[in-house]
């Protein structure tokens, strides 16, 4: 069971990739105001392709054309084009509710994978000399450190 963002991203990488085939862009998803997710690509692929290879007139045509290779996706209960080309879906209810059923089966163990490589982090703790006036660049480690 792969997570729901993942699941959204893949699905609209599968819409851009149907939509656009001439065009390798990975899809920009945000968390969105009006709906569960929002594509930005549209947007972003207008301004970096030309209209003929794009094949488009407007990011509001390039969003419509993401919008319709979404909507037999089963993941999503609503797809909506903005006029500026954003892309918003709505995740399915029926979805949700097959998706908890396989969690509640497998008694609540999300089966989170494990992150493939461990990375080594550094932290660089404050360490101010007390005799001398502290000054912007020890602010600077001790908000770094003490954030981490």
């Known amino acids: 069971m792969q997570a729901l963002n993942v699941q959204v991203k893949e699905a609209f990488r599968r819409a851009l990739a149907a939509a656009f085939p001439s065009v ?3 899809p920009i998803i945000t ?3 009006f709906g569960d997710f929002q594509c930005n690509s549209a947007m972003a692929l207008f301004k970096q392709k030309s209209k003929e290879e794009l094949g488009v007139q407007s990011p509001k045509e390039a969003g419509e ?3 319709a290779q979404l ?6 209960s609503n797809v909506q084009a903005s006029p500026q080309g954003f892309v918003t879906v ?7 509710c097959k998706d908890l059923k396989e ?4 008694k609540g163990h999300l089966q ?9 982090v550094m932290v660089d703790f404050s360490s101010p000399n007390v005799a001398k006036e502290m000054h912007v660049g020890h602010l600077r480690s001790t908000i770094i450190g ?3």
């Open 103 to 106: 969690i509640l089966k497998q």
């Open 31 to 33: 968390v969105s105001k």
């Open 90 to 96: 709505d995740i399915s209810g029926a979805w949700l």
């Open 24 to 26: 390798d862009h990975a």
């Open 65 to 67: 054309k993401i919008a």
């Open 146 to 148: 003490e954030s981490i």
């Open 112 to 120: 989170v994978p494990q992150a493939e490589k461990k990375l080594r």
């Open 71 to 76: 909507k037999d996706e089963s993941l999503f």
